[in-house]
C-alpha cells in the first residue's frame, strides 16, 4: 500500500457509517470551540467593566479652605460617576455594606466623613493623609476585587493630580508674588551698597582728616604751652611801666611846685638856674630812657590781634608741621573770644594814650631842659618865661597823671592778656585730646563702614541671584507648571508590537492549545499506525507518513477555520497572515506527530500522556503570565516543550514583531515533527519485523 492509499482508507474509515461521521465532524470541531468559544468570552472585557455593579458611598462633610467651604469628595464622587469606569450607584453605607455581601455590588468606595478636612491640611502645621476605603469580597469576584484596587489607584492619582495642581499653583503664585517684592529690595539694596561705598570713602577721608588734626592739634598745644609764661612776662613789665609812669606823674606834681616856688622867689633864681637846668637835662634823659622802655611795649600791644597770635603760634610750630583751614578756624575761633577781644582792644586804646602823653613827657622835657641851658645863660629871659614854665609845668603834671592812668590800664590789659594766654593754652590741649578721640572714632568709623559695605554688596548679590534663580511666569505658564508637578511623569505608549486587546493578547496561547486539543482529540478515532500496513507493506517511512498526514491533513483544516473564526469572526488584527497561518499549521502538524509517537510508544499509556503533556504545556507556555514568574523546575521545562515555541512564533508574527524569532521557534517546532517522525518510523520498523503481546491484544484506543 501506497501513503497516499493509507491516507485515504483512515478517512474513509472515518466517514464509513453516519455515526462515525457525527463523530469524526464533532471532533473536529472541538478546537474551533475550545479556541473561538474562550477568545470570543474574552474578546475585550475591559471594553465592559461599565457593566461591573459598584457602590459609592460618600460621608464627606466638606472642610473651610481659606474662607469657603469646599466639598472635594462630592466633587470626587461626581467626577467618578460621570468617567462611567464601572456601573456606579452612589448610596448609603448600610445599603452598600448589605448590597457587597449579597453580590448587587462586586465592590464599594467608601469617601470618608474627614476628606476634604485632611486633604486641606497638606497646608497647616499638622497635615493628614486623606483616605479612600475600598471593601472588597473575593466571593463575588476575585477579578472584580483585582480590577477594583486599580479603581481605587486611579481615583487617587485622579485626586492627587488636582489636590496637587492647586498647592502647586498656590506655591508657584507665591513664588511669582516673591519674585516680584524682591525687585524693590534688590533696588534698595543696590542703592544701600553704593551709598555705604560712598559713606566708607568718606569715612576714610574724615579718618585721614582727623589724623592730621589730632597731629596739628598735638603741635598747637605744644606751641602755645609757653604762652602763658610770656603773657605773664609781658604782665609784669607793664606793672613796671604802670610804676614808673606813677613816678613821673609824682615828679611832674614836684616840678609843677617848685615852678610855684621859682615864681615867688625869683630873687634865688640866678642861683638855682644852673641847678635847674642839670635836674632838667636829667628828667629828658630819664624819659627818654622811659620811653626807650615802653616803645617795644606799646608797639607789642598795638599789635595784638587773632591773626598775629594765629601766626605767632604757627611760628612756633616745628618746621614739618603746618595747621589745617579747620584747625587754624579752631584757634581763631577761641581767639575771638568777645572779653579777650574787648581787653586787648582797650589796652591798645590806653596804650596809644599813654604813647601819646609819653611823646609829650619827651617834648616837655626837652623844652625844659633847654630852658633851664637858655636859663643858665640868660637869667632875664628865664625871669620873664617863669610864668609860661609854671603853665607847662601845671600841663605836665596833668599829662603825668594821665600817662599813670595808662600803664595802670596796661598792666590791668596785660594780666588779662596772660589769664586768656593760660585758657588758650589749656584749650589747646584739650582741643588735641579730642582730635586724638576724634581720630580714633573715625578710623573706627571707617572699619566698621567697610564690613558694613562688604555685607550690603553680599546682599545685593545674594537677593539679585535669589530673585534671577525664580523663573519669570504668568498665570498661563504657571498653570502648566502645577499640571506638570502635579503629574510629572507620562508613561507614553511606545509599542513595537501591539496585541490590541485583551482577546487578541491570549489568541497565540489559545490557538496553540487548541491545536494540541485538536491532535488528541482525533487521535481518540484515529488509528496512530495501520496494523495490516505494518503486515503487508513492512516499509516504516511509507507507513509513518502514511499515518502522519491524515491528522497532519485534518489538523491543517482546523488551523484554517480557527484563523477564519479569530481574524474576521472575532475582528482580531493579524501583522504576518501568512506567516501566522504557516505557523498554526506547523504546530497542529507537529502536535499530530509527537501525539502520534506516544501512542505508536506506549499505546494507551502514551495517549494519557499527551493530556498529561498537554497539562504542563498549560502550565509552562507563558500563555497568560510571563513564563519568568514560574518555579525553577518548571521554568525549565518552558524550553524543553513544543508549545512555548508555538506560543512565541504566532505572538511574533500576529503582533508584527521580530520574524527571525520566528523562524527561530520554528526551526524548534521543525525538530520536534522530525524527532518524533523519526521515533515513530523506528518503533513501526520494529514491529513491521516483530510481534508482541500488545498487538494480538490491542488498546481500547487506537
Not at 504668568?474 to 511623569?489: W, Y
Request: a neutral charge.
Amino acid at each position: 500500500m501506497t501513503t497516499p492509499a493509507l491516507v485515504r482508507a483512515e478517512l474513509g474509515r472515518l466517514t464509513a457509517t453516519p455515526l462515525a461521521r457525527v463523530a469524526f465532524i464533532a471532533l473536529m470541531i472541538v478546537p474551533l470551540l475550545y479556541g473561538g468559544l474562550y477568545l470570543w468570552a474574552n474578546q475585550n472585557p475591559y471594553a465592559k467593566l461599565d457593566h461591573v455593579p459598584a457602590a459609592l458611598v460618600v460621608n464627606d462633610t466638606g472642610a473651610t479652605v481659606d474662607g469657603h467651604h469646599v466639598d472635594y469628595g462630592e466633587q470626587v464622587a461626581k467626577q467618578t460617576v460621570r468617567d462611567g469606569s464601572f456601573d456606579w450607584t452612589v448610596t448609603s453605607a448600610s445599603a452598600a455594606t448589605s448590597g457587597i455581601k449579597s453580590g448587587r455590588y462586586d465592590f464599594v468606595v467608601t469617601i470618608p466623613a474627614a476628606f476634604s478636612q485632611d486633604l486641606a491640611s497638606a497646608s497647616d502645621s499638622d497635615p493628614q493623609r486623606a483616605e479612600l476605603v475600598m471593601t472588597t469580597s473575593d466571593a463575588n469576584s476575585y477579578l472584580a476585587s483585582t480590577i477594583a484596587e486599580q479603581a481605587g489607584k486611579t481615583m487617587r492619582t485622579s485626586v492627587s493630580e488636582q489636590v496637587g495642581k492647586r498647592a502647586a499653583g498656590t506655591l508657584l503664585v507665591g513664588l511669582a508674588d516673591i519674585r516680584t517684592n524682591l525687585l524693590p529690595a534688590v533696588r534698595g539694596s543696590g542703592s544701600l551698597a553704593s551709598g555705604l561705598g560712598t559713606a566708607e570713602s568718606g569715612a576714610q577721608q574724615l579718618a585721614a582728616g582727623t589724623g592730621k588734626l589730632s597731629s596739628g592739634a598735638s603741635q598747637l598745644a605744644s606751641g602755645t604751652a609757653d604762652l602763658p609764661a610770656q603773657t605773664a612776662a609781658l604782665a609784669s613789665g607793664a606793672s613796671r611801666v604802670a610804676s614808673g609812669s606813677a613816678s613821673v606823674a609824682s615828679g611832674a606834681a614836684s616840678l609843677d611846685a617848685g615852678l610855684d616856688q621859682l615864681r615867688s622867689q625869683t630873687a634865688s633864681l640866678p642861683s638855682s638856674t644852673q641847678q635847674l637846668a642839670t635836674g632838667a637835662a636829667r628828667v629828658a634823659a630819664g624819659n627818654q630812657q622811659l620811653a626807650a622802655t615802653f616803645d617795644p611795649v606799646l608797639n607789642g600791644v598795638a599789635a595784638l590781634s587773632p591773626t598775629t597770635l594765629l601766626t605767632q603760634i604757627q611760628a612756633a610750630l616745628p618746621a614739618d608741621a603746618t595747621l589745617t583751614p579747620a584747625q587754624q578756624a579752631a584757634i581763631a575761633a577761641a581767639l575771638q573770644d568777645s572779653t579777650l577781644q574787648q581787653q586787648i582792644t582797650g589796652l591798645q586804646q590806653q596804650s596809644a594814650t599813654l604813647r601819646t602823653q609819653l611823646d609829650q613827657l619827651a617834648s616837655g622835657s626837652a623844652q625844659v631842659s633847654s630852658g633851664a641851658a637858655s636859663l643858665a645863660t640868660a637869667t632875664p629871659t628865664l625871669t620873664n618865661g617863669i610864668a609860661r614854665l609854671d603853665d607847662g609845668a601845671g600841663t605836665l603834671s596833668s599829662g603825668a597823671a594821665q600817662v599813670s592812668s595808662g600803664a595802670a590800664a596796661v598792666s590791668s590789659g596785660a594780666s588779662a592778656l596772660a589769664k586768656g594766654a593760660t585758657t588758650l593754652s589749656s584749650g589747646a590741649s584739650s582741643l588735641a585730646a579730642g582730635a586724638a578721640t576724634a581720630d580714633a572714632g573715625a578710623t573706627s568709623l571707617a572699619s566698621g563702614l567697610d564690613t558694613l559695605h562688604a555685607g550690603a554688596v553680599e546682599l545685593h548679590t545674594s537677593l539679585k541671584s535669589g530673585r534671577n534663580d525664580i523663573p519669570a511666569s504668568n498665570a498661563s505658564t504657571r498653570n502648566a507648571q502645577a499640571s506638570v508637578i502635579s503629574d510629572p511623569v507620562r508613561v507614553a505608549d511606545q509599542d513595537i508590537a501591539n496585541a490590541g486587546t485583551y482577546g487578541a493578547g491570549l489568541a497565540p496561547f489559545f490557538i496553540s492549545l487548541a491545536a494540541w486539543i485538536g491532535m488528541y482529540a482525533l487521535f481518540l478515532i484515529l488509528r496512530p499506525i495501520s496494523r495490516r500496513a505494518i503486515t503487508a507493506v513492512r516499509k516504516p517511512l511509507p507507513i509513518t507518513l502514511g499515518a502522519w498526514l491524515t491528522p497532519a491533513l485534518l489538523g491543517l483544516v482546523q488551523m484554517l477555520a480557527l484563523f477564519a473564526i479569530v481574524r474576521f469572526a472575532l475582528g482580531f488584527g493579524v501583522e504576518h497572515v501568512a506567516g501566522t497561518i504557516a505557523v498554526m499549521v506547523l504546530a497542529s502538524v507537529t502536535f499530530a506527530a509527537i501525539i502520534m509517537m506516544l501512542n505508536v510508544l506506549l499505546g494507551s499509556v502514551g495517549q494519557f500522556l499527551g493530556l498529561v503533556l498537554m497539562l504542563i504545556q498549560l502550565v509552562t507556555a507563558g500563555g497568560t503570565f510571563p513564563w519568568q514568574t514560574l518555579p525553577a523546575p518548571l521554568a525549565a521545562l518552558h524550553f524543553a516543550l513544543p508549545m512555548s515555541y508555538s506560543v512565541d512564533a504566532i505572538r511574533q508574527l500576529m503582533y508584527g514583531g521580530s520574524v527571525s524569532a520566528a523562524w527561530s521557534d520554528s526551526g524548534v517546532l521543525a525538530c520536534w515533527l522530525l524527532g518524533a517522525l523519526v521515533v515513530t518510523a523506528l518503533v513501526a520498523g520494529r514491529q513491521s519485523r516483530f510481534r508482541t503481546l500488545r498487538d494480538l491484544r490491542p488498546s481500547l484506543i487506537g
